[in-house]
């Protein structure tokens, strides 16, 4: 198994365009909320919370375009929460029912060449919003397996805190508790992942033809 980590990494949410923006450099937020104000949470109840959602089962997402890709997606799973949990963990409010987070997927490499680079997209086809993962530098050998973890699909952002140092910043990954963590555009059972191009050692690209569940 070849699960690396290393390449230059982006991350992509795009609203209202086609599944193939794959020239897209920027990041995007795309909100929807509602009037009503969250309920606002003990940090014990967070604390609660937080560790109810860790624990929580994985749950597969829906994938398509996936017979002809010569980087197979063979496992998405993502957690899942309802509206008004996502409210009380992030402070947003929301008219979900519920809310997925962003998966982790497990790819295989089924060509016959080193695979160099690769876009994932998560897509809602209905408001035609997307967000992404792309992997521009890697090495993914024939037969080879890599791994996208969850935090893959987040920016860091920076942050700061009180300790007895005084005011630090720092940078981290948003968390559970963060509505970057999850993809509040759309209830789960409508938004699909798909491997959107691949790009070969040699220099040729493979990329999805929209059609049917791509679109």
């Given amino acids: 198994m070849n699960i690396a980590t290393r390449g230059r990494r982006r991350v992509i949410f795009v609203a209202t365009g086609s599944i193939c923006l794959l020239s897209v450099v920027g990041l995007t937020i795309a909100k929807k ?3 009503k104000q969250p309920q606002v949470l003990t940090q014990n109840n967070k604390d609660s919370l937080l560790k109810f959602v860790e624990n929580s089962s994985d749950l597969p997402m829906r994938v398509a375009g996936n017979d002809d890709c010569p980087l197979r997606i063979m496992r998405a799973a993502m957690k899942e929460i309802s509206g008004p949990d996502f409210s009380r963990l992030t402070g947003r409010t929301t008219d979900r029912v519920t809310v997925s987070s962003v998966p982790e997927v497990s790819l295989v490499n089924t060509s016959g060449e080193t695979i160099t680079g690769f876009i994932l997209v998560v897509r809602d086809p209905q408001s035609r919003t997307t967000r992404g993962f792309v992997q521009e530098k890697v090495s993914v050998d024939p037969g080879s397996e890599y791994l996208v973890k969850r935090e ?3 920016e860091p952002e920076r942050v700061t805190f009180a ?3 005084g005011v630090v910043s720092a940078t981290k990954l948003p968390g559970l ?12 059972s409508d938004i699909f992942l798909t491997v ?12 999805i033809k929209e059609g049917g569940e791509v679109r």
């Avoid at 508790?177 to 789960?188: C, M, R, T, V």
């Avoid at 959107?196 to 990329?207: E, I, Q, S």
């Fill in 33 to 35: 909320a509602s009037s």
């Fill in 152 to 154: 893959h699909f987040l």
């Fill in 163 to 165: 300790n007895e140092q």
């Fill in 177 to 188: 508790d963060s509505e970057k963590y999850w993809l509040g555009f759309a209830e789960p």
């Fill in 196 to 207: 959107g191009r691949v790009t070969f050692k040699n220099g040729r690209n493979w990329t």
